[in-house]
């Protein structure tokens, strides 16, 4: 479904994707994992169209990206959250789930005017659904900066689905997360798998990470260590090394 | 009692003049380009009445539509920018118009005077509503039926969807981007609606001064435009009509009597204002 070839990107000197072949099949959960630094957010920001690859292919459906501005890849079916959660805060919960009615189609299925005005049934029960998935249907008319943090984490994948993706890139979803709301993120993880939605994962936290993916591909310095199941992983020596330096 | 009736006409043109900015400010982008807006307005709308001798209706629409196809033209290359660059890009912009207005004659004979812009000694006798016999108060009246028009409109707007797309564009661009906004579709159309009530806005001035020229479309407009809204606060559009009643009619006029003093107390007044109200007096996200 994904296929990154060879995809680097450069800042200056420094190389933080450095030829980086990886594929993602539909319906898995591929973990992205590695050292602080090793490229991973750069990767999904390159993949979602934050800035091009200085070298490399990626290709999405047998089609090449190219240089598609972010908006226009959302359209093809990726979504993403941030690794620091970027919400409108100063929007409600219910605003930042309706600004972000934009799935693939929407256009022609609703017309114009009726996107605009945005009041009719479909796109509240929409938003209903979404708010239901998260959990934040209590909270739908505050502010998105007066939630508390796993809200805002919640509210942040329920705006990234509200497009519908294929394939989903979530950036350290369980940062700062305690141990009840990681489980919390793994059921909905897995909600969405049995939905057929494609995850790319990038995580710390471990548990959550072999628990939940198909394949892990780890990354340091820019490249691919090593890729594999989470139980091949575990046992990979260069892994250990790149993580735990040289033990 | 035609004191009193200037007044209101001064401040419903200054309104109509900082809504065109507010529904920039919503972006989160700072535009001092609304002047050159309102100026293009304001000459064309004068032109059809006098040259053409259109009726104020038409003449104002050609102004609005004139206003919004500037703005819409220089949307595309300034928006491409963002902070301080847009701001000198719309700056520079807003000069050059008015620089072709301090440049541009086209007189036509009309009985035994011409008519029309004469460069720097500006464009008299746009006399539409004398000729016709209108009064003060009913200049007045008509002036602030495009104010309420616009006002109702852009609170509408407010809360439509679009509305929302625009202040999540204003607070995070990136973000914004990420769930499917088309950034420049949204910064540029926004410009665009912006430059349609400023235009519109000039096309009134100019036929309530009867005289425009190219001073009256300087920096200090542009600042007043985005003045208000950032004082008022981008709540909603109270906030910009707030924001002009206190400038226009506490600072400028209710002052009055303070003679030179005024100048001073003026600048000291909205700092201490934005010192009290940091988010604009009705509140909002700041600019």
């Known amino acids: 479904m994904l296929e990154l070839r060879g995809l680097s990107r450069h800042f200056g000197g420094v190389k933080a994707i450095d030829g980086l072949d990886l594929e993602v099949r539909k319906g898995e959960i591929?973990?992205?994992?590695?050292?602080?630094?090793?490229?991973?957010?750069?990767?999904?920001?390159?993949?979602?169209?934050?800035?091009?690859?200085?070298?490399?292919?990626?290709?999405?459906?047998?089609?090449?990206?190219?240089?598609?501005?972010?908006?226009?890849?959302?359209?093809?079916?990726?979504?993403?959250?941030?690794?620091?959660?970027?919400?409108?805060?100063?929007?409600?919960?219910?605003?930042?789930?309706?600004?972000?009615?934009?799935?693939?189609?929407?256009?022609?299925?609703?017309?114009?005017?009726?996107?605009?005005?945005?009041?009719?049934?479909?796109?509240?029960?929409?938003?209903?659904?979404?708010?239901?998935?998260?959990g934040l249907a209590h909270k739908q008319d505050e502010l998105a900066a007066n939630l508390a943090f796993g809200e805002q984490r919640r509210l942040e994948l329920a705006r990234a689905l509200a497009a519908r993706p294929k394939l989903l890139m979530l950036d350290e979803p369980a940062a700062g997360m305690n141990n009840e709301e990681i489980g919390q993120l793994r059921d909905r993880i897995l909600k969405l798998r049995a939905h057929g939605i494609t995850i790319v994962l990038i995580e710390h936290v471990m548990e959550l990470v072999m628990g939940v993916t198909d394949r892990i591909a780890v990354l340091n310095f820019g490249q691919k260590i090593a890729e594999g199941t989470p139980a091949q992983i575990q046992a990979d020596p260069l892994v250990r090394k790149a993580y735990l330096g040289g033990i | 009692m035609d004191f009193y009736y200037g007044l209101a006409q001064t401040m419903g043109i200054h309104t109509l003049l900082g809504l065109s900015a507010y529904i920039v400010l919503l972006t989160g982008q700072v535009t001092m380009a609304q002047a050159a807006f309102f100026a293009v307005g304001?000459?064309?709308?004068?032109?059809?009445?006098?040259?053409?001798?259109?009726?104020?209706?038409?003449a104002l629409g050609a102004g609005g539509v004139l206003g919004a196809a500037t703005a819409c033209a220089v949307g595309f290359p300034a928006?491409?920018?963002?902070?301080?660059?847009?701001?000198?890009?719309?700056?520079?912009?807003?000069?050059?118009?008015?620089?072709?207005?301090?440049?541009?004659?086209?007189?036509?004979?009309?009985?035994?005077?011409?008519?029309?812009?004469?460069?720097?000694e500006g464009f008299r006798q746009i006399r539409y509503?004398?000729?016709?016999?209108?009064?003060?108060?009913?200049?007045?009246?008509?002036?602030?039926?495009?104010?309420?028009?616009?006002?109702?409109?852009?609170?509408?707007?407010?809360?439509?969807?679009?509305?929302?797309?625009?202040?999540?564009?204003?607070?995070?661009?990136?973000?914004?981007?990420?769930?499917?906004?088309?950034?420049?579709?949204?910064?540029?159309?926004?410009?665009?609606?912006?430059?349609?009530?400023?235009?519109?806005?000039?096309?009134?001035?100019?036929?309530?001064?009867?005289?425009?020229e190219h001073a009256n479309f300087n920096v200090l407009l542009a600042t007043f435009a985005i003045a208000y809204p950032i004082v008022g606060g981008l709540k909603n559009v109270f906030g910009t009509l707030a924001a002009v009643v206190f400038v226009q009619a506490f600072l400028i006029e209710g002052l009055r009597f303070l003679g030179d003093w005024r100048n001073l107390l003026f600048g000291a007044l909205i700092v201490a204002a934005m010192n009290l109200r940091p988010y604009g007096f009705l509140g909002g996200r700041r600019a």
């Open chain 2, 79 to 120: 928006l491409r920018v963002k902070g301080l660059m847009l701001v000198v890009a719309t700056l520079a912009f807003g000069e050059g118009v008015r620089l072709f207005f301090f440049n541009f004659d086209y007189q036509v004979a009309k009985g035994d005077i011409k008519v029309g812009p004469l460069g720097g």
């Open chain 2, 129 to 212: 509503f004398q000729e016709n016999g209108w009064t003060t108060g009913e200049a007045m009246l008509f002036i602030w039926g495009f104010v309420v028009l616009a006002m109702a409109a852009l609170w509408w707007f407010d809360r439509s969807r679009y509305g929302a797309v625009l202040r999540a564009v204003g607070e995070d661009e990136l973000a914004a981007q990420s769930v499917g906004v088309n950034l420049t579709a949204v910064k540029v159309s926004a410009m665009t609606v912006g430059g349609a009530i400023a235009g519109i806005g000039g096309g009134l001035y100019a036929h309530y001064t009867t005289h425009i």
């Open chain 1, 30 to 134: 591929v973990g992205l994992i590695g050292p602080n630094g090793s490229g991973k957010s750069t990767t999904v920001n390159v993949i979602a169209g934050v800035f091009p690859p200085t070298a490399g292919k990626i290709v999405f459906e047998h089609q090449d990206l190219g240089s598609l501005p972010t908006h226009r890849r959302l359209q093809h079916g990726i979504a993403r959250t941030f690794q620091n959660i970027r919400l409108f805060g100063q929007l409600s919960v219910w605003q930042n789930l309706w600004v972000a009615q934009n799935a693939p189609g929407e256009r022609a299925r609703r017309g114009f005017v009726a996107r605009w005005l945005g009041g009719q049934t479909g796109v509240r029960a929409e938003i209903a659904e979404l708010l239901e998935f998260s």
């Open chain 2, 42 to 58: 304001a000459y064309a709308a004068g032109m059809l009445t006098v040259l053409g001798g259109w009726p104020i209706l038409p």
